[in-house]
């Protein structure tokens, strides 16, 4: 059980309860009631999976997803309900001014997909992603109305079911409807975009643009979508990317010397384990995400693009590097920074991404892989790391050390990302 959310295990007991697998496979499909979820766990939190990592284990064991017909009811079936962001698509790059006349909301320090949103209209990336001047009309949640739509050849009617709008800004040719991550995403739940077009759609005379924004590593990224078919829930396409970024304060080698000058750092003796998350940017977002507030691991699994082993790679991986606390407490495992980690995220963008730098760099593997990075030019082989890996005498043996190397490799890229060459 220890690797399964508390959804997971819900939901088990309602596919026993309910013979779900055996109803699904003879009709195609089963419709539930947020009453029986209720018997085993909240409906609202049982029942939306943002991104398809999110789905329960049984979910993802037999290729089913779950979608709201009204406020009271779901059904469960073979559909295809997340789009796939393709890593290749062209992305447009924009740097946009900072705008120094705001003092009560600030840059970077956007710990919330509210806040970035209003900074990202402030800022007028709204208006200069649409083209044309655009106010804020809508956020919040509001009633679907009635509409029928098809997803893989099967027809469903929904009956004012709930659905959530960041925020909706509102041009003379458009209303953009928007989506809104405080982390990067590789995959969405299209319900968070269909059912908002298809009510706006039907009452306005604009063209209803619906997209997803993410607040990202202190980037700002746009991804406009239309509907090819407004009846067909899949026929999403991905027309645009804009990233919006502003000119930092270049970090050059020589800001990163001071962190090497002194005597290589001690290997830490608390039973953290070596780091196994290999996408930095990641680690970045999971202590964006605790800036804002303290999350259980179901909170991390359950909301944001983690499954329970990333969760737990990703976690570790703050730890190791003294920016996230982990505390026992009567309901579970809680979350939270460090007060180190506080300051570095409240610091300014070129103090915040040195003290990130130098957070890795106290550590003996990555301070000895970096300083061979400066000396050959390059980011050393994996063969090299797993060397250098070897001689640290880490408490880790066999094909872990080379999977381990990954992420010294990715880490100290990462580093390199940032400086100014």
């Given at each position: 059980?220890?690797?399964?959310?508390?959804?997971?295990?819900?939901?088990?007991?309602?596919?026993?309860?309910?013979?779900?697998?055996?109803?699904?496979?003879?009709?195609?499909?089963?419709?539930?009631?947020?009453?029986?979820?209720?018997?085993?766990?909240?409906?609202?939190?049982?029942?939306?999976?943002?991104?398809?990592?999110?789905?329960?284990?049984?979910?993802?064991?037999?290729?089913?997803?779950?979608?709201?017909?009204?406020?009271?009811?779901?059904?469960?079936?073979?559909?295809?309900?997340?789009?796939?962001?393709?890593?290749?698509?062209?992305?447009?790059?924009?740097?946009?001014?900072?705008?120094?006349?705001?003092?009560?909301?600030?840059?970077?320090?956007?710990?919330?997909?509210?806040?970035?949103?209003?900074?990202?209209?402030?800022?007028?990336?709204?208006?200069?992603?649409?083209?044309?001047?655009?106010?804020?009309?809508?956020?919040?949640?509001?009633?679907?109305?009635?509409?029928?739509?098809?997803?893989?050849?099967?027809?469903?009617?929904?009956?004012?079911?709930?659905?959530?709008?960041?925020?909706?800004?509102?041009?003379?040719?458009?209303?953009?409807?928007?989506?809104?991550?405080?982390?990067?995403?590789?995959?969405?739940?299209?319900?968070?975009?269909?059912?908002p077009f298809r009510l706006w759609s039907s009452m306005v005379d604009q063209q209803v643009i619906p997209a997803i924004m993410t607040f990202s590593n202190d980037t700002f990224t746009f991804y406009k979508f239309k509907f090819n078919e407004i009846s067909q829930y899949s026929s999403l396409e991905l027309t645009q990317?804009?990233?919006?970024?502003?000119?930092?304060?270049?970090?050059?080698?020589?800001?990163?010397?001071?962190?090497?000058?002194?005597?290589?750092?001690?290997?830490?003796?608390?039973?953290?384990?070596?780091?196994?998350?290999?996408?930095?940017?990641?680690?970045?977002?999971?202590?964006?995400?605790?800036?804002?507030?303290?999350?259980?691991?179901?909170?991390?699994?359950?909301?944001?693009?983690?499954?329970?082993?990333?969760?737990?790679?990703?976690?570790?991986?703050?730890?190791?590097?003294?920016?996230?606390?982990?505390?026992?407490?009567?309901?579970?495992?809680?979350?939270?920074?460090?007060?180190?980690?506080?300051?570095?995220?409240?610091?300014?963008?070129?103090?915040?991404?040195?003290?990130?730098?130098?957070?890795?760099?106290?550590?003996?593997?990555?301070?000895?892989?970096?300083?061979?990075?400066?000396?050959i030019g390059a980011v050393p082989s994996k063969d090299a790391i797993v060397t250098i890996m070897q001689q640290a005498n880490l408490d880790i043996t066999g094909t872990t050390i080379p999977r381990r190397a990954r992420t010294v490799n990715s880490w100290v890229n990462w580093i390199w990302e940032q400086i100014e060459?």
């Open positions: 059980m220890a690797n399964l959310t508390k959804n997971d295990i819900a939901w088990n007991t309602l596919f026993e309860r309910y013979d779900l697998l055996t109803k699904i496979r003879n009709d195609g499909y089963f419709e539930i009631t947020a009453a029986q979820i209720n018997e085993e766990r909240e409906s609202r939190l049982m029942a939306k999976f943002d991104h398809s990592v999110n789905l329960p284990a049984i979910f993802k064991e037999h290729n089913l997803s779950i979608l709201p017909l009204s406020r009271s009811k779901y059904i469960v079936g073979q559909f295809r309900t997340h789009f796939t962001i393709a890593s290749n698509f062209e992305k447009q790059h924009v740097v946009f001014e900072i705008p120094h006349n705001i003092e009560s909301i600030s840059f970077p320090n956007l710990h919330s997909e509210s806040l970035a949103l209003n900074y990202a209209y402030i800022a007028g990336l709204i208006t200069d992603f649409l083209e044309e001047e655009a106010y804020q009309t809508l956020s919040g949640r509001m009633s679907t109305g009635c509409f029928d739509f098809t997803i893989n050849n099967r027809s469903i009617t929904v009956e004012n079911s709930q659905c959530e709008i960041d925020a909706g800004f509102e041009s003379d040719n458009y209303l953009l409807l928007i989506e809104a991550k405080n982390y990067a995403v590789d995959d969405f739940l299209i319900r968070q975009l269909y059912y990317v804009v990233e919006y970024s502003v000119q930092p304060e270049p970090i050059s080698s020589d800001d990163i010397m001071p962190f090497l000058s002194g005597l290589p750092p001690a290997e830490n003796s608390e039973s953290i384990p070596f780091p196994q998350a290999d996408k930095f940017e990641r680690v970045i977002d999971l202590l964006s995400l605790l800036a804002e507030r303290e999350l259980t691991k179901d909170d991390i699994t359950e909301n944001y693009q983690f499954d329970i082993r990333q969760t737990q790679y990703y976690t570790d991986a703050g730890r190791y590097l003294g920016l996230i606390n982990k505390t026992h407490k009567s309901d579970g495992i809680i979350f939270h920074l460090t007060n180190d980690a506080r300051k570095i995220f409240n610091s300014s963008y070129k103090n915040k991404y040195l003290s990130i730098i130098a957070t890795i760099l106290n550590k003996p593997v990555f301070y000895k892989v970096f300083q061979e990075s400066l000396r060459t």
